[in-house]
């Protein structure tokens, strides 16, 4: 039985970090085709609706009746990663290569444990703070603010680092009820709430909401939508669920690995030096945080 756990636990990881490594890419391929405001709000309302079902169902099995106080701290966490974050990066892979934005974004993690140590019971310890100065160090090497590789910008890594920071605050916030709510409900409700304010406030400004959708661009938004904010999402917390919140860490310790190869396939961009070096030291930065955990546990 713990054997076939393993496997499955492997099974999610590979898949999400797979799926997740194919975000930027698909991201940079539809930014000319929709407006980012349009793009990010759609995505995200699909690929909530279709963890939606798995939701209730995950509600009713912890016999859980979302209150007034729920709804509010969902809404206020959905406009947060939506309508903050998810914007924040889609203009920084807007502005920046794919494989570099992924790497940044990837950081989140380590953001999100320095936050949880005000916001949550979890302390910021030594070792963590080691991680996360060994992290910073990889961030910065692959940045190269002082010598921006071709095709980024100091906008786009702006935005970029923004919404890695963003998303670590939005990380830490969501674990105050994630245990009563659970981690499938809190992600496809809030998602969906998020959506939908970002949805009004585009029609609001008189940028396309539906419009401009058309055979020749559906699929990769179907592909945004479904795969990479449903069934990403979903195989990340299958993974926690069968595993551990360590385990599932793993996701993102692979993606800056799996990332810049599937931008360099894709579109072309380049592996630079300084990008294999600041990704080796992401993933030090990262074993020595995944090791704490493993002891914590």
């Not at 990479?228 to 599932?248: D, N, P």
């Amino acid at each position: 039985m713990e054997r076939d756990n393993h496997i499955q636990v492997v099974i999610y990881i590979i898949l999400s970090a797979f799926i997740f490594s194919t975000m930027e890419v698909a991201l940079k391929l539809s930014g000319a085709q929709f407006d980012p405001l349009q793009l990010t709000a759609l995505r995200f309302f699909i690929g909530g609706l279709c963890l939606l079902p798995l939701a209730v169902s995950g509600l009713r099995q912890r016999s859980v009746t979302l209150t007034k106080s729920d709804f509010a701290y969902l809404i206020f966490l959905g406009v947060f990663c939506i309508c903050v974050s998810m914007m924040f990066f889609q203009f920084g892979v807007m502005n920046s290569n794919a494989s570099t934005a992924a790497v940044i974004f990837s950081c989140n993690p380590m953001f999100t444990m320095a936050f949880a140590h005000f916001l949550t019971e979890e302390k910021f310890t030594k070792r963590k703070g080691v991680a996360l100065a060994v992290s910073m160090v990889g961030l910065v090497i692959i940045a190269r603010p002082w010598d921006l590789a071709p095709g980024n910008t100091a906008k786009g890594l702006l935005f970029t680092v923004s919404a890695a920071l963003t998303f670590g605050l939005y990380s830490a916030i969501g674990k105050k009820r994630i245990g009563r709510i659970g981690g499938l409900p809190q992600t496809s409700i809030s998602f969906i709430f998020g959506s939908i304010v970002l949805l009004a406030a585009t029609g609001a400004m008189g940028r396309p909401v539906f419009s401009g959708i058309s055979m020749d661009n559906i699929l990769l938004l179907l592909y945004l939508g479904v795969v990479v904010t449903g069934l990403g999402y979903l195989f990340y917390f299958k993974a926690i669920e069968v595993g551990s919140a360590a385990k599932g860490s793993i996701v993102f310790f692979l993606k800056p690995m799996i990332s810049p190869i599937i931008a360099l396939v894709m579109l072309k961009e380049t592996i630079t030096l300084n990008t294999v070096i600041g990704v080796a030291i992401l993933l030090v930065g990262s074993c020595i945080n995944m090791t704490g955990q493993k002891k914590a546990a």
